[in-house]
């Protein structure tokens, strides 16, 4: 699903930043989180957008003297010292790589002590749309979500719901992890969901999956009715880890799950996820110890 400019907003949002960065934004495409970042961080803060040819950015971060392309395959090893960025984020990025674990000891290798990477990853397969046919509906979400486009080394459409297990069996710390849901009840030319749709278009009709191409044009006459009464919405879930190079906290010898969710409560405001409360139902939960994500409902 393409990314409108929320999902992008609350990232830069979570990431906890306390000085001028260094910063890195790993597959940052035009640089949608980047440009959330500057909005949100101001003009000082020095920012790096790596891509595998160089990142063709935004006109206003091209034109950003503290914006750093960088065009780096993040199959192989990163190419910056150890220590050089404060935190990262990767959105929807991880599902192309298909040495994962090797990738994110690079990461642990690039951040600072106690530096922190927001690993963020939209599961395509749970794409929701209130859609009169249900059966052709989950059949066009899995076959869009299964592809593996050109530009892809390898894809997974179920990544979102792997990512906790993934950042667990990684060199960092992972302190908490969030469900972020994105609902879109536009379905205006060039709106995120058409967007979404057109994506689903072109993945059913390039792959030859004939029957389902053939009743395409029904599905999307559909949803413009729906849309007419008001009716539309699709909603897709993006899972995003706090994960923290392993070193105890300086300031209170906490271990670093405590002391990046006190850091990142201080610097974005964000409430403390009541240990083992209604963690997952309430679309957060905190990943260490395993107990404490076991979900009960809330009275
Ligand atoms: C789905 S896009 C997400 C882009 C951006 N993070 C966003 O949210 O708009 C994934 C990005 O990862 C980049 N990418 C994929 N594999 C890569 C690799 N091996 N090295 C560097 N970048 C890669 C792609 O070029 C693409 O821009």
Redesign the pocket.
Known sequence: MP?GPEP?RSLAAALPVRGRGPLV?L????G??LQALRDHLGPEVQLTG???ELPVLDERLARDANVRPVA????EPLPFPDASFEAACC???LE??PEKQAFLREVARVLRPAGCLLLSHTDFDTMVFNASDVDLTRRLVHANADTQEK???ASDGMIGRKLVAIARHSPFECSETFAWVTVHTDFEQDSVAHTAVRSIAATVRRDHHHELASRFDDWVDDLRTLAERASFSTASTTTRCYCETARAGPETGDGPATAIARRRRRTTGLPRAEPGRAALCAGRARCRPPSRRRCRRQS
């Open positions: 990314a992008h934004d597959g940052c495409g035009r949608p989180t790596v891509e595998k780096a395959d993040l199959r959105h929807n990025t192309c790589l530009w892809m080394d």
